[in-house]
């Protein structure tokens, strides 16, 4: 196979990984598991694969990080918990679509964050992306309304999956500084165990358990362990060596569309022609402020971005 072509493929491979996970997080809401248990179970036992790996490769950087770092690693784990909490609650109120495409608008939260907190001025371009993604959200909100989402109570779940975004931006924000000191391998883990640990205990006092699913319940959660946790995330990773953060990032976009593909053929989710029109406005905004943040930022910016993209 030519090698040029190889990450092309990873790339796109990942984002069909990626574009399962709604779909399975789905099935395993409509087989009664709650929204908690699958959060905690997919973190949970993805960081139980990583631990063996991680601390033979790693074992020495992982004891070796800082106590600040440490309460660093758990805030970052926090927020990436508290994403997981409120985007896989969202899929059981309104549509894949409209979960998918709002939860993507986390770059859009990124760059207003870094606006307001680090007084990073954003570009025209930036501000022309946010402004198409704002309106977007807001078509589908207002298609949502009108009945145009298949869910139970679709504001509710468009809500959710825009906290979804707005907590993957600030498990970005934080992971970013901590990323400038501790690797990779050692990174994920702390993160994916602090989240763990906190989606397991809320799971808990919810009076929720993993104990007593379907059996197909526990496959679907291994599946997104697997699948969009590690070999997704993991495919991104890789691909952004050998391409641009924007490729990555702007090709990480397609899943919603993978998403809404494969929800109209398993669950005939319909999409509404302004749910639809609103989603492509959507997905327009993100990849105009992407292109824009690329140009404007250093290219450690960009990648770490595509990185917060990944996580769905």
């Not at 964050?113 to 589908?140: C, D, K, Q």
Request: glycine residues 10%.
């Amino acid at each position: 196979m030519n090698r040029p072509t190889v990450p092309y493929l990873i790339l796109i491979a990942g984002v069909m990984i990626a574009s399962t996970a709604s779909i399975m997080i789905t099935v395993a809401l409509n087989l009664g598991v709650p929204p908690l248990t699958i959060a905690a179970g997919r973190i949970a036992l993805a960081a139980l694969i990583l631990t063996p790996i991680a601390w033979a490769r790693s074992g020495p950087a992982i004891r070796h990080v800082s106590r600040r770092d440490l309460w660093l690693a758990l805030a970052t784990g926090a927020c990436l918990a508290a994403h997981f909490a409120t985007w896989i609650s969202s899929l059981a109120y309104t549509s894949v679509a409209s979960s998918t495409a709002l939860v993507t608008t986390n770059p859009v939260f990124v760059a207003l964050a870094t606006w307001l907190i680090f007084r990073e001025r954003p570009s025209p371009g930036t501000w022309a992306g946010l402004l198409l993604t704002v309106g977007g959200s807001l078509m589908i909100g207002l298609s949502d309304s009108g009945g145009g989402s298949s869910g139970a109570a679709p504001l509710l779940g468009d809500g959710l999956a825009l906290l979804g975004a707005m907590t993957v931006s600030g498990y970005f924000l934080l992971g970013r500084r901590l990323r400038a000191r501790v690797a990779l391998l050692p990174y994920i883990w702390l993160v994916y165990t602090a989240a763990a640990v906190g989606l397991l205990g809320a799971m808990a006092l919810a009076g929720q358990s993993l104990l007593g699913l379907p059996p197909l319940g526990y496959l679907l959660i291994l599946g997104l362990a697997v699948g969009p946790q590690l070999l997704g995330h993991t495919a991104f990773n890789w691909a952004i060596k050998y391409l641009s953060p924007t490729l990555v990032t702007v090709a990480i976009l397609g899943e919603p569309l993978g998403s809404a593909g494969m929800a109209l053929v398993i669950f005939h989710q319909t999409l509404q022609p302004f749910q639809l029109l609103g989603g492509a406005i959507l997905l327009t905004g993100i990849v105009v402020a992407t292109l824009a943040e690329r140009w404007a930022r250093p290219p450690i910016t960009a990648t770490l971005t595509a990185n917060a993209v990944a996580q769905k």
